[in-house]
Structure formats: structure tokens, C-alpha cells
């Protein structure tokens, strides 16, 4: 079996979705994304799938070291984003061409189903509220919500911080003890912010606070584990088990690669295995289409230290399409009881409905994430 060509499609919402082509018949699907950066994603697939040229597809671990080491130049999230999508799609080939799930090429299942989360939107505490409730009437067990929505400066007011709580209070009130509830900081609280609200939101008991501060101050982390009893979980900016090695080390509760930057199933995996040595879980970073969550369930159904998975639905920003829009079947996807089954289906599980694809890819997008500003003008955190 050679591979004999690839195409790349930029599909609506935001997401770039890549088909991998054989000599025999064979095709997988990847997802290689940089949100607000597909055109340079994709610009850096074709260069990697030059050399790819004619190989054979099944020997996915060499070539995800010479896609990821054949350079002089290595790392960061375009190489690595264009690597993941590649190498979900070398997997989805060797899955069917063997006729198995990829989780079964990974050791096999440890768990019967894998629970999954949903975002709770809203611009007030009562907004959120109503939301979350509505959230977990649909049998969700566990909703997530951005802490603060919009700029924040690095040393939040009195008011400010007692917003956040409130925020988290509503939630907690509405869904009861019986509903996790996750609380994203987006990387837009410095530090000392951080170490500051934390303390604050203990009595609520969330889930996890997530990226507490930004992937450039992860030395920081320790300080901000140390402070509060909130678990905290990171990594969704982290691109490979390097970028894990000392976050790991922290005291963090809960790793959070993402399958379409972290270099694919091959190398979360990794991360995923490193984090079990440091008492640490798994719950994939997947705000993205359904070859990226696909390829995040081979992973969590076949890791022992797995916690929970983020998918798109609800997510807030799917306008124009949604993550079963581009599904033959979209019921492999269906949710009861906050969970989704085990796939049966070779490869990573789902069919792509090619026709729905390639009508979004003659529209296209060139979508860019916002960019905030504080009140005297000058940039803040998205």
C-alpha cells in the first residue's frame, strides 16, 4: 500500500479537514487546524506530505518522527497541528485496512464508554444559570463556562473577582452537586490574579479551573497549585510531551493535548502515559469538528487514566455548521446520560460525508479569532 495523494478542505465553522488518499482504495481523514491559521496550516501539510509521497501509510510511527525530526527547524503549533491531522489520518488508514478501531491498535478498550462535557453560556450569572440547567436537563453531566468573558487586566478589581465567583456560585446552585462544573480561565488571568480568585472558588467545588495562566508562564503553575485546593488542569497550548515534561511535574490534576495540535494520536498518547507517572488525568482539549473528536476517543477509550472529553456541540461559535453536519452517520455521536459508546466502525470510527464536505469547501473560511483591548486601548487576552 502507497499513499497516492491527499486534499485539503476548509470547512465551515473554522476547521481545515485533510483525506489521505492510497493506491489501494483506502482513504483516512485527519483534522490539522490552528484556529484563525488553517491557510498556513495547510501550507505546511503540503510540505510534509511531499515527503510522504508514495510511502507506506501503515508505518505511522516512522513517519511521525520524520515529520516531526526530519527538519532542522522543529516544534510549535503549525508543524505540530499539521502533523496531528496527518497522523489521524494514518491511523484511520491502518484501521481499515486491518478492519479494526483504531483504540484496538492502541491495546484495546479499558472502559465501555467515555463521558463527554458541554459548554453553559452567558453574559450574567442568572444567564449561565438558566443555561446549565437546561444543559443537564439534556442529560449532560458535566458543563463548562469561561470564568470572565471579554479583556481583564492583570490585577482584577474587587468587583471583578467577586463577578467570577458569582458566576461559578449560579452555576453550582442551578445544577446541584449531582452535575460536574468545569470553570475556563482562558489563559486571561495573570498569576497573581490567578492565586487571588482560586481560593475563592473552592467552596463551590469545580471540577478543574483550566488554563489559569498562559502556556509562556507554566514556571508559574506550581505557585498557583500551591494556593488553592481547586484542581487544575492545562495543556491545551502545549504541543508535544516536551512541552509536558516540567507542567507535569507542578502538581497539576488534569492534562488537556489537544489531538489536532499535540501531534495526533501518536504522540498524545505519549502525554497521556507520561501524566499516569505523575498522578495526573487525561481530558483532551476538542473545541473542533468530528475527525478531531473521532481521533480523541480512540485515545480516551484505550487510557486507563482518561477523565473527561470536550466536543463542540454548544460550544458557542459553530455557526454555519455544526460537528454532525459533516457525518454520514451522525449517531455515533449520540450522547445519553453525558456519555458517548464504544465506535465499532474500523479505523477512527466515523464516516465523513464527502459530499457535505466539499459543498463547505467551495465556500471556504478565513476566520480569525478576536482581538480584545482594555479600556485605555492598549492589546488583551483572547
Not at 478543574?208 to 485546593?229: C, N
Request: proline share 6%.
Amino acid at each position: 500500500m502507497k499513499i497516492s495523494g491527499f486534499e485539503l478542505f476548509f470547512v465551515e465553522p473554522r476547521w481545515l479537514f485533510l483525506r489521505v488518499d492510497t493506491d489501494e482504495g483506502v482513504s483516512g481523514w485527519g483534522e490539522p487546524i490552528v484556529e484563525g491559521r488553517a491557510e498556513t496550516v495547510a501550507a505546511c501539510v503540503r510540505t510534509l506530505m511531499d515527503v510522504l509521497s508514495g510511502a507506506d501509510p501503515r508505518r505511522v510511527e516512522d513517519h511521525w518522527q520524520v515529520m516531526t525530526k526530519g527538519g532542522f527547524y522543529r516544534g510549535g503549533p503549525v508543524l505540530s497541528s499539521a502533523v496531528s491531522g496527518i497522523d489521524q489520518a494514518l491511523w484511520d488508514i491502518k484501521g481499515k485496512a486491518l478492519g479494526v478501531p483504531v483504540y484496538e491498535l492502541l491495546g484495546g478498550p479499558v472502559r465501555d464508554r467515555v463521558r463527554v462535557y458541554t459548554w453553559t453560556h452567558g453574559d450574567t450569572p442568572e444567564a449561565l444559570a438558566e443555561d446549565a440547567r437546561a444543559k443537564a436537563a439534556a442529560g449532560f453531566t458535566a458543563v463548562k463556562f469561561a470564568a470572565w468573558n471579554g479583556p481583564l487586566p492583570a490585577v482584577p478589581s474587587a468587583a471583578q473577582v467577586r463577578a467570577v465567583v458569582a458566576r461559578l456560585a449560579a452555576v453550582r446552585e442551578a445544577v446541584g452537586d449531582g452535575v460536574d462544573v468545569g470553570v475556563d480561565l482562558h489563559g486571561r488571568f495573570s498569576a497573581a490574579a490567578a492565586r487571588r480568585v482560586l481560593p475563592l472558588l473552592e467552596e463551590y467545588l469545580p471540577m478543574f479551573a483550566e488554563e489559569p495562566v498562559l502556556p509562556e508562564f507554566s514556571r508559574d503553575l506550581r505557585r498557583v497549585v500551591e494556593s488553592t485546593s481547586v484542581p487544575i488542569a492545562t495543556g491545551e497550548r502545549l504541543y508535544s510531551r516536551w512541552d509536558f515534561r516540567d507542567v507535569l511535574t507542578t502538581g497539576i490534576a488534569v492534562a488537556q493535548p489537544d489531538l489536532s495540535h499535540a501531534g495526533g494520536i501518536s504522540e498524545v498518547r505519549r502525554i497521556a502515559a507520561m501524566a499516569e507517572t505523575h498522578d495526573v488525568t487525561l481530558a483532551p482539549h476538542c473545541p473542533l469538528g468530528p475527525i478531531a473528536l473521532a481521533a480523541c476517543l480512540q485515545v480516551d477509550f484505550a487510557t486507563p487514566n482518561f477523565l473527561i472529553q470536550e466536543q463542540s456541540l454548544g460550544v458557542g461559535y459553530n455557526t454555519g455548521a455544526d460537528l454532525l453536519d459533516y457525518l454520514a452517520d451522525p449517531s455515533v455521536f449520540a450522547f445519553s446520560a453525558g456519555h458517548v459508546g464504544l465506535p465499532s466502525a474500523p479505523g477512527l470510527g466515523v464516516e465523513v460525508d464527502e459530499r457535505a464536505v466539499r459543498q463547505a469547501a467551495e465556500r471556504g473560511h478565513t476566520w480569525r479569532n478576536p482581538v480584545f483591548r482594555h479600556e485605555d486601548g492598549s492589546f488583551a487576552e483572547w
